[in-house]
Every structure is written in C-alpha cells, then in structure tokens.
C-alpha cells in the first residue's frame, strides 16, 4: 500500500513540475521565471521550432505586408525571440521599412541579433517587457505578437502598451492559443469570441480571428482612427 501512495505522488509530483515548466513554460511563477526559462534555452529556440522559409512567408509575411502602410514603415514586433518577425519580413523585397523587435530575454535577442546581422540598420532589438514597452506612443502603422500572450501574467497591461505604440488607424496581429494545451492555462483559456471582447475591451476594433497554425489562431484587429 505504502509503495502505492509513494508512487503515485511521485507521478502527481512529475505532472505538476511539467505542468509548471514545461506546458505554462513558467507562468505561473511570474514573469521572471518565463523570462529566465527563455534565457537557458535560447541557443537551442531555433533548433525547436525549426522554420522554414516557405511556412513563414504565408503565416508571417503575407499577413504583415497586408497591413503595411506606405513606403518606410515602421512595424513593432513584441516579444520578438529570436527574431523570426523582423528576419522573415527584411528578406522579403516587398517590404522596404524598419523593424523594431522587443523582447524581454536577453538571451533570445542576442541570438536575434546574431541572426539580423545582415539586415543593418533597418532592425532595432531592444530590450524591455511587452507590460511596459520601452518605445514612444503612437509609433507604428503595423505591431505584432505571435506565440507569447499566454505566457505574460498581466496580460492586459500589456494589450494596453501595444494599443498605446500604435499608431490610430493602425493593426495589430495577434496569435491565440488554441489547442488542447490551451485549456490548462487555468484562468486564461479565452474562445475566439471572448479573445475578440477582449481586444475590443482594449480599444480595439473589427477583431477577426484566422486559422493560423495548429495550435494558434491568429487574430487582427485596429486601432480606431482618431475623429
Ligand atoms: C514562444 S517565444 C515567441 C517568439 C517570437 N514571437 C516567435 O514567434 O518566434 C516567446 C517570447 O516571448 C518573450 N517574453 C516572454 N514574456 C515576455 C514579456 N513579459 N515581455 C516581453 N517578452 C516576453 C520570451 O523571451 C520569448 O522570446
């Protein structure tokens, strides 16, 4: 019997440091912790997620360019790792504008800023939390944030900064988190529709939600133009 029990909290133990490291990478700890966990396995990210050109022109590029206004702009990409936004869009001669990439790891912006040598002064990596984004009000035409907002605690804050940095007029991409694992963000699981009251509750406006990968939706929404 006693085997039994110490078995099972063996696995009840396992289960719960997975769910805390390895599904929510750390969220639940706070922010330091997210931070620090992308700091240890930044040398490896690339090796993960293995992109490839082709999958990121549809999913990243195609999508930004849609929204880019005029010659020169500027895009905003929060959370930026290792800077899979800023590379994929500067290697695309359609888009002849700068790209500023954020990022709270310095870890992954070293990597970025490894792998963005080539693009020169059209990139700026600079580092700062998406809760207080270290950049100007009302500075971009188009911001992105791909594959983090479940791993920010405070959420909402930083759905403001990002409505902030915008410029009115302008578009936000943003991914929600839609598989299975979604649902063991306890407290933070939204639908489409209660992720696009949650844009709209942050000032956004005309939320439309994309299939986007298999385990996120991407969604874009604007600022309103000031009347
Ligand atoms: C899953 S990676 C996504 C990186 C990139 N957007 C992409 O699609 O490849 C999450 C990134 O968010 C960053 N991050 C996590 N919490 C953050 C915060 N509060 N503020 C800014 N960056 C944060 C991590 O350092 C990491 O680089």
Redesign the pocket.
Known sequence: MIWIIAVATILTACALLYWLFITT?GLYLG?RM??WL??IT?SR?EGI?KYVVEDEELLVVEPILGYVQGDNALVV??????G??PRFLLDDSRFDGRVIG????RG?LRRAQLLLQPHGDRVLLVH????ALPLPSAICSVL?????LE???DEST?LHEMVRVLKPGGTLLITRRCDREARLFFGRFRTPQQFEAFLVQHGLEYPVTHPWQSNYDLVIANKPVVR
């Open positions: 990478e922010r997210v931070v992308y700091d930044a990210y997620k990409d929060v959370a930026t790792g290792t899979r936004v954020v990022d709270a790891s992954m700062g939390f998406a809760e992105s944030c791909l594959e983090t791993f920010i605690p930083a």
